[in-house]
């Protein structure tokens, strides 16, 4: 097999002002050839003015195994929402 | 059951999509791979039969336009090689796996491109075919795969369109023209029909796959929707399809059609088509070509990177 | 159907045009023959940057000369001898090596031709080169990342790319020998022939390349419509539609 060829994941910012997006993966063998790649594959539409290519075996996530100990407890404080508190009519601007 | 095939079988259920860390049974990924790197072949191999008229195009416009479009085949071949990834295989193994003659690509591309009407041809059959089964597809239950479509179904909108150009170009031009065009849907029209697959009773593959929502719809349907869309196209050009027994069915409001020439089919699959041989040894002759390159590059890399791996 | 090219401006365009075109017929040859996908996408994309920039400089000769031809007339009518393109252009592509090389030493010399073109008095010409320079830029930055990772990958890269460079320079020294036109044209013809000998000479230098000593080939100019044997061949394939069908519209 091969080596050198390595995976990345691609972020693009349409414009200025939003947020990066992951767009996908691309392959390269290094910084630059990765970069030019995701410019080829994802923006030949003009679909972003920046872009960001991350090697994707430096991307963490929660293990799966762990996944309601990580996000349920974040479910049920409902008073962490603005629509928790109750304010009498007549009273603008909160 | 235990708590992960639950949460699996919930989510095709539900219509949700499954992720890449979900937990999925092994069988539906074996699937999804096989199902996913055909895709990509298909797309990758494709760029033969089309790239075969890229430096004959009659006009500029038209040349860049072919160009575009071969260039956007290999894009969504690449998008689809990263969904496979996504299921734990790589693309070295793909390639093997394509120039073992393990894994397969869609039939149509083993056809010879004879005159440029089948850039035509090749543009309104073959990718009008693919378009409706990619639609059908963006409601996969594999998320990844789903999003792909979405993507791809996106960019080839044009695809389709660039073929019809043609066709209409050839088909009211010169008799000539005319006689290319009709020669040219004469081969592709049942090729092309044939891509949907063997008809359902006959599909190896099918119901677990409809089951598991990777599929949503049935071959034979979506080949019935293909051909109800595209014999109207064809009157349109005045060109005939080559079929005596296409005529619309009153009662059902879909077009009957003669019984296709399924030995043929499978004998294209099984590598025995007009250009099985040169799709696959013109891909190892480009690989096997350019080691070297791929070589040099790893070679800079190692010297030149910093980031660890 | 007489395409000769009347007018000096014109004339002068057509130079530039011819080996945009040719280029990129040259580059799409490589569709699917690249060393991977993402290679081939890359070399599409310059492609169609020079077919793009081809049709747009056909079309300002094409309303300059006036008489009613099309930029597909001049692609496709005219025959070898009437073809300006500067040979480096016409030359295969042997290995990935040639194709590399040929592209870098093309994006010099033309970063440098169309910047001069953004004093012209044509505004048409100056718009075309404000949007020229920006593709030429990120072809120059692919082309001389390659020649890098080639120069100083492995030997075996190394020795492929000095082959390259060595044959292709054969063919640059009729780019610099400038004629009336080229110095009407362009104002500074000596400053293109500057700036392409340093970009050369210090790229090379840091990817472990050499510029040898190459005798002169005995060689008629461009200018006049010479070319190496290459160019016919390139042509009737390029043309064989419109030739062969002559009074169909495609």
């Known amino acids: 097999m091969e080596s050198g060829d390595k995976v990345w994941e691609v972020f693009i910012q349409k414009k200025p002002g939003l947020a990066f997006k992951h767009a996908g993966s691309c392959h390269g063998y290094d910084k630059k050839m990765a970069i030019q790649n995701a410019r080829d594959l994802y923006t030949r539409r003009g679909e972003g003015r920046a872009l960001w290519v991350v090697p994707s075996e430096a991307i963490v996530s929660v293990p799966l195994d762990d996944s309601e100990a990580f996000f349920d407890p974040g479910v049920d404080k409902v008073y962490r929402h603005a629509t928790f508190y109750k304010i009498p009519d007549g009273v603008d601007h909160l | ?309 | 159907m007489d395409l000769t090219i009347q007018n000096n401006e014109a004339k002068f365009l057509i130079r530039l045009a011819d080996t945009s075109l040719i280029l990129g017929q040259r580059l799409a040859e490589m569709c699917s023959n690249g060393p991977f996908l993402e290679e081939d996408i890359a070399l599409s994309n310059i492609s169609l940057d020079l077919f793009g920039r081809a049709e747009e400089m056909y079309k300002i000769i094409c309303e300059i000369e006036g008489n009613g031809y099309t930029p597909d007339d001049l692609v496709f009518r005219r025959n070898e001898r009437e073809y300006f393109n500067i040979k480096l252009v016409e030359q295969p592509n042997e290995d990935f090596a040639w194709v590399i090389a040929r592209q870098f030493l093309h994006d010099i010399y033309s970063q440098e031709v169309y910047k001069q073109l953004l004093n012209s008095d044509n505004s048409e010409v100056v718009g075309l080169a404000q949007k020229v320079l920006k593709e030429i830029r990120y072809s120059y930055i692919h082309s001389k990342d390659w020649i890098e990772r080639l120069g100083l990958g492995t030997e075996e890269s190394n020795a492929r790319m000095q082959k390259a460079i060595d044959h292709l320079l054969k063919y640059v020294e009729e780019i610099f020998a400038f004629d009336e036109l080229d110095k009407t044209y362009l104002s500074d013809t000596d400053g293109v022939t500057t700036v392409w000998n340093n970009d050369v000479n210090a790229t090379l230098a840091a990817c472990n390349l050499q510029r040898k000593e190459i005798m002169p080939l005995t060689m008629r100019d461009y200018r006049d419509g010479f070319h190496s044997e290459h160019i016919g061949h390139l042509l009737s394939i390029m043309q064989y539609l419109p030739r062969a069908y002559p009074d169909a519209k495609w």
């Open chain 2, 1 to 309: 059951m235990d708590k992960f095939e639950k949460a699996f079988n919930d989510i095709i259920e539900k219509d949700l999509k499954v992720e890449p860390r979900d937990w999925m049974p092994e069988k539906y990924r074996k699937t999804l791979i096989r199902q996913v790197s055909q895709h990509a072949h298909s797309e990758i191999i494709g760029m033969q039969p089309e790239g075969n008229w890229l430096l004959r195009a009659p006009s500029l416009r038209s040349k860049q336009v072919l160009l575009a479009k071969i260039q956007d085949e290999a894009g969504h071949g690449l998008y689809l090689y990263s969904v496979a990834e996504t299921l734990g295989i790589t693309r070295q193994e793909m390639n093997a796996q394509l120039h073992s003659g393990k894994a397969k690509y869609s039939s149509i591309f083993n056809y010879p491109t004879l005159t440029w009407a089948d850039m035509g041809a090749v543009g309104w059959l073959v990718d009008g075919a693919a378009i409706v089964n990619q639609v059908s597809l963006q409601r996969t239950s594999y998320g990844p795969y789903s999003r792909g479509m979405v993507r791809i179904c996106k960019e080839e909108s044009f695809h389709q369109r660039q073929g019809y150009e043609i066709m209409v170009q050839m088909a009211f031009g010169t008799p000539e023209q005319k006689e290319m065009a009709q020669d040219a849907l004469n081969r592709f029209w049942e090729p092309a029909l044939m891509m949907f697959g063997p008809h359902d009773a006959d599909s190896a593959h099918s119901s677990q796959s409809m089951a598991w929502k990777i599929k949503r719809e049935s071959n034979d349907h979506l080949r019935q929707r293909f051909i109800d869309r595209t014999v109207p196209q064809a009157e349109f050009l005045g060109l005939t399809v080559p079929d005596v027994n296409i005529k619309l069915n009153k009662e059902t409001g879909h077009y009957d059609h003669s019984p296709f020439n399924w030995d043929e089919f499978w004998n294209v699959v099984n590598g025995n088509g007009p250009c099985n041989q040169e799709r696959l040894d013109h891909h190892k002759k480009a690989h096997h070509d350019n080691t070297w390159v791929r070589e040099a590059a790893a070679a800079f890399a190692a010297k030149t990177e910093t980031i660890v791996a």
